[in-house]
């Protein structure tokens, strides 16, 4: 056979075995939101780790997994661990509503929470290595999701969000947007925002998820200023001052400020980048411990 004809047909046969995003239509749970579950398992398993990749808005499992620049794909075929994409059934996820910013509120959040219990048993994932990240919608969603399921996640690496809370619809609309958080405006004291985080689920007392938080600083859809606002609301919640322990320049790559705030919370400030922060692959799995 000529040597080409045998790599056409090697070519062929990794097209038809490739791993595939798949959804999964019955995750259970008893929340009254229901999101689509996407997971997509690498054809080599090396890992025992999960990561949940949360999407922007105006956007679904499909098409952020599909989507270039967002690296969770690359890094589970490169590392063999397991993610799953949550698919919103609204144009953004719901972070305004009281049962998306309430432990077993039934919203969104606890949706979520169900695929993370569902996979965890599904996958035979370490539940001590369950990890979250997501960029816009999905960062404010990250942010709800280590404020109302602490228990669950072990860290989250999110890109372009706001603090948990800062979304809150007074009217209790579900998904709404909410222009002063958004603009800015929304700035209170770091005791405020670790008491919104106390807030969602109350009486919490046990371990929280270690929060890195990526920002830039000509943010125009979510102000710049949400990135003191979170770093307030992790540090309060954590018990340690919002002066960096450490602040190193240049990193992790050049004009970006890499701050941390003892070993559980991590600012990136990314100076002269707009609202899309590239995702940082390396710097994210590094963060997780992967
Ligand atoms: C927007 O969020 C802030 C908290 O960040 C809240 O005080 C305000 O009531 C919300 N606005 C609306 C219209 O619900
Ligand atoms: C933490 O919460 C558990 C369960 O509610 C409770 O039994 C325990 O006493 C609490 N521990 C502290 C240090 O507050």
């Given at each position: 056979m000529h040597p080409l004809a045998l790599t056409s047909i090697l070519a062929l046969g990794s097209t038809v075995f490739a791993a595939q995003l798949t959804q999964v239509s019955n995750y259970g749970g008893t929340a009254q939101a229901k999101p689509g579950m996407w997971v997509y398992v690498p054809n080599?398993?090396?890992?025992d780790a999960l990561v949940v990749a949360i999407h922007s808005c105006q956007s679904s499992a499909q098409k952020y997994f599909q989507?270039?620049?967002?690296p969770w794909k690359k890094g589970a075929d490169g590392k063999g661990y397991v993610t799953v994409w949550p698919s919103s059934t609204?144009?953004?996820?719901?972070?305004?509503s009281k049962s998306s910013l309430?432990?077993?509120?039934?919203g969104d959040s606890n949706a979520i929470a169900n695929m993370i219990m569902y996979a965890i048993a599904k996958y035979k994932?370490?539940?001590?290595?369950v990890f979250v990240t997501g960029g816009s919608s999905g960062a404010m969603m990250s942010n709800v999701l280590a404020a109302t399921y602490p228990e669950l996640i072990t860290a989250v690496s999110l890109y372009s969000g706001v603090p948990a809370?800062?979304?809150?619809?007074a009217s209790g609309a579900s998904a709404a947007w909410n222009n002063t958080c958004s603009g800015g405006q929304s700035i209170s004291t770091a005791q405020h925002w670790g008491d919104v985080v106390q807030g969602m689920d109350p009486g919490y007392n046990g371990t929280r998820p270690r929060m890195q938080f990526w920002h830039g600083s000509?943010?125009?859809?979510?102000?710049?200023?949400n990135y003191d606002e979170t770093l307030k609301q992790w540090t309060n919640v954590f018990g340690?001052?919002?002066?960096?322990t450490s602040s190193k320049k240049?990193?992790?790559?050049?004009n970006y400020r890499t701050d941390d705030f003892g070993p559980d919370v991590e600012g990136i400030w990314a100076v002269g980048?707009?609202?899309?922060?590239?995702?940082h692959l390396m710097v994210s799995e590094a963060w997780f411990g992967l």
């Open positions: 080599q398993v090396k890992s989507n270039s620049l967002i609204t144009e953004c996820w719901d972070v305004s309430t432990h077993n509120g039934g994932i370490n539940p001590k290595k809370g800062c979304f809150f619809s000509v943010d125009a859809t979510l102000s710049p200023k340690v001052s919002t002066t960096p240049d990193t992790p790559e050049k980048v707009g609202h899309s922060v590239p995702s």
